[in-house]
């Protein structure tokens, strides 16, 4: 496994759990996925000898991280196969080519335009019209690298962020909701695609996320198309999600795509019939994918460091929240990441709820986290 954070760790629980052992390559000892693996070598990512000997101590390689440099994914591809696949990688590790990737396989898209380091801003903003986001083409997460532009606002901000780097203009599309299919694609090139997740966000980053999504039949298929399409463009071995924007019409674009288990397909651990991160063993491995069909109604709500009183500025853990009081809450399972510094905005843990229907699956886990923020301190960290 290169990446160390959390979707390694999932993994690697799913991995041991079936007998296998994992090795991982991590920036920093004792992390998320090095607390469970079974071996955590230290290197950086871009230290393309490190990743090289770590690729020959192992069968395959896959990742939780999309940002390992080119040149380390060379090396380690000369020594064990890498799933999901080096092209996948590239295409997706920059949002100019995801789009043009995109643009080539005939898939929506939202309108955009490229520009190259230090070039002509204003007429990419131009061509767009605002209002339209400026986003680096490179290493965005969690809204990072984002400016938005509306009219004159935003514009010196953006000039800023376009000046030493590529971006992309994209026009700010009303949105009626987000959502996100995750798939996997197995050795045998055969897709299984979960059922599309209605995913809300609260400043840039995911808050909540539910399945199956209470959209039109038709809109879910569709997406769960433009899924297949694009695991099959890419020539993915293992598991990728598409996000979606659906714009009040019923238009469906593909905003992005993640080569990797994604934070909107957690509930699939205890909502559907084989986790996301199983079927990436499963793909990985070269054995058959499991059925991604809905065990349950689930919700799933992000656990931010911000919820840990007395978190930094000072870089102390700071104080969990009172886990006991939102397990009270019937069908909630917590799952916590092992980070050791509770920063705000820093992703900790989720909760996931399941029940009878959707609404009731969304109000349990939303009521749990609840509650957990506001009896601090009664529970271990
Ligand atoms: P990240 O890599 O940070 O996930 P995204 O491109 O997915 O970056 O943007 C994060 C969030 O910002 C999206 O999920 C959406 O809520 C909002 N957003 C981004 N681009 C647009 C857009 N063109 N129109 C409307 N909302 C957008
Ligand atoms: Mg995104």
């Not at 463009?233 to 009040?248: H, K, N, S, T, W």
């Not at 911000?306 to 909630?332: K, T």
């Amino acid at each position: 496994m290169l990446g160390s954070g959390q979707l390694g760790r999932m993994f690697t629980v799913v991995a041991r759990r079936m007998g296998y052992h994992v090795h991982v390559l991590s920036p920093a000892s004792g992390s998320p996925t090095g607390q469970l693996a079974d071996r955590e070598v230290v290197a950086a990512y871009d230290d393309a000898d490190a990743v090289a000997r770590f690729a020959s101590g192992v069968d395959v390689v896959t990742l939780e991280f999309e940002n390992i440099p080119s040149a380390s994914l060379d090396a380690a591809a000369a020594r064990a196969p890498v799933r999901p696949g080096v092209f996948a990688l590239h295409a997706t590790q920059h949002r100019a080519r995801e789009k043009r990737f995109l643009a080539g396989l005939g898939v929506p898209h939202v309108p955009f335009a490229e520009v190259a380091a230090g070039g002509d801003l204003d007429a990419a903003i131009g061509e767009v019209g605002t209002p339209c986001v400026v986003k680096t083409a490179g290493f965005g997460y969690d809204g990072k690298g984002q400016v938005r532009v509306d009219g004159d606002r935003g514009r010196a901000e953006a000039r800023a962020l376009a000046a030493g780097q590529a971006v992309v203009v994209e026009r700010f599309l009303e949105l009626e909701a987000e959502l996100s299919v995750v798939a996997a694609r197995g050795l045998d090139g055969s897709v299984a695609t979960f059922a599309p997740a209605r995913n809300r966000h609260e400043r840039h980053i995911l808050d909540l996320s539910s399945a199956p999504a209470p959209v039109a039949r038709a809109v879910a298929e569709r997406a769960r198309e433009i899924t297949v399409a694009v695991l099959e463009g890419l020539e993915l071995i293992g598991v990728a999600c598409v996000e979606f924007f659906l714009e009040p019409g019923g238009r469906l674009s593909v905003n992005e795509i993640a080569p990797r288990p994604h934070n909107s397909g957690h509930l699939t651990i205890e909502g559907a019939e084989t986790s996301q991160f199983e079927q990436q063993l499963r793909a990985v491995t070269g054995l058959p994918l499991g059925s991604a069909a809905p065990r349950r109604p689930a919700a799933m709500a992000n656990l931010l460091g911000d919820l840990w009183s007395g978190a930094p500025p000072d870089g102390a853990p700071g104080v969990a929240p009172d886990w006991a009081a939102a397990l009270a809450e019937p069908g909630v399972a917590l799952h916590l990441y092992g980070k050791d510094a509770a920063r705000p905005g820093r992703k900790m843990g989720h909760l996931t709820a399941t029940a009878d229907d959707l609404q009731e699956a969304e109000a349990r886990v939303l009521r749990a986290r609840e509650r957990a923020a506001r009896g601090h301190g009664a529970a271990p960290s």
